[in-house]
């Protein structure tokens, strides 16, 4: 049986060149970065040009960069590390934020959800877009606040911006790269702490670095420019998804109406039906879609990201997502129109 992929949200393919870089990298600069000797610093020369590229794409100085291992890692990073200076003063979140930066925030004293009232707020913590929705929202704006930017799921699909914010998160496999890797970056000045100890990332984050993810991540940023404009051409095919799927029934919604969004997802409500078992039928049929967020599959509760938009429990069970790939065609897509209204007719 072919198959099809629609779940780019959770994680897109390596590409052939990262897979190219990290291969290399594995046999040839295998030393600990942080060793002084020759093959150690053979590794670190490299990690310190894949900085360098990244920070030119991203329009930052190098030494404000981060590698971590994930971007929940790199949240918990920044988050924990604001603790002592932030935590007891009043910050503002996106109810629909990825679990990755709700749960280090709920030992903090005063959070508010957002859109709220922005007097006193200290600490503002804002998707670029969702993973879920793929709503784009922008960044309030706090005279003296530390902003957050988490751009894991635009990065590579939209620009990102980081003149309105104080730091950002993102994520290599969402746009090309490895699973591994990922990246902090703070503007100095923050009132942030270190909570990993070691002598790595200038002592912002203990461990000894991947040197192949890494340069897999750098490799990936090389070809964004590529991938934004692939992700761009995906719109059209989104909005005749959408339109499709709307005519079956008055009762069917898509998440996000007239608001912006990312040009490769569609969350769409069928309401009378349950979302978990048109996911689980299309897998037999041959399609990967989804419920929602890769990190939740399984679970029993609805998705907070949908019910934080003021849909019921009930509505919140009934969405599935589709996210296609850079490169998907209009025949692939019909193909999973096909297979989805014969599964929601039956």
């Keep these: 049986m072919d198959r099809f992929y629609f779940d780019a949200n959770a994680t897109v393919p390596q590409l052939s060149?990262?897979?190219q870089v990290m291969e290399r990298a594995q046999r040839e600069l295998w030393a600990n970065p942080t060793s002084t000797h020759r093959e150690g610093q053979a590794a670190r020369q490299a990690i310190e040009e894949a900085r360098r590229s990244i920070a030119l794409s991203l329009e930052v100085p190098p030494s404000q960069l981060v590698f971590c291992a994930s971007a929940t890692e790199a949240l918990h990073l920044l988050i924990r590390g604001l603790d002592p200076a932030?935590?007891?003063m009043p910050a503002a979140v996106n109810p629909g934020e990825h679990s990755a930066c709700l749960n280090p925030l709920w030992a903090w004293a005063n959070v508010r959800w957002l859109p709220c009232e922005l007097s006193g707020i200290a600490t503002i913590v804002q998707m670029a877009a969702n993973n879920e929705s793929g709503i784009i929202s922008e960044m309030p704006q706090v005279v003296g606040?530390?902003?957050i930017k988490d751009c894991c799921q635009?990065?590579?699909k939209v620009?990102?911006?980081?003149?309105?914010?104080d730091a950002a998160v993102f994520s290599a496999h969402k746009m090309g790269g490895p699973r591994g890797a990922a990246l902090l970056w703070m503007s100095p000045g923050l009132p942030w702490t270190p909570i990993m100890e070691g002598p790595q990332e200038r002592r912002r984050r203990g461990g000894t670095e991947d040197t192949a993810a890494i340069l897999g991540l750098g490799e990936a940023v090389n070809h964004l420019a590529d991938r934004l404009a692939?992700?761009?051409e995906l719109e059209p095919l989104r909005d005749a998804l959408e339109a499709e799927v709307l005519s079956w029934s008055p009762d069917f919604e898509m998440i996000g109406k007239g608001q912006p969004r990312l040009p490769n997802t569609s969350s769409l409500l069928l309401r009378g039906h349950n979302g978990e078992a048109v996911h689980m039928a299309m897998d037999l049929a041959g399609f990967a879609i989804s419920t929602g967020s890769a990190c939740h599959s399984g679970a029993t509760k609805p998705s907070h990201a949908i019910m934080?938009?003021?849909?019921?429990?009930?509505e919140a069970r009934s969405v599935i997502r589709i996210s296609m790939l850079p490169g998907t065609t209009e025949v692939s897509l019909h193909h999973l129109m096909d297979a989805l209204k014969k599964i929601i007719i039956r």
Aim: charged letters at 15%; hydrophobic letters at 50%.
């Design 17 to 19: 060149s990262v897979v």
């Design 86 to 88: 932030l935590t007891f």
């Design 145 to 147: 606040a530390v902003r």
């Design 154 to 156: 635009a990065w590579g």
């Design 159 to 165: 620009a990102v911006d980081l003149s309105d914010c």
């Design 230 to 232: 692939q992700n761009a």
């Design 308 to 314: 934080a938009l003021g849909y019921s429990e009930t």
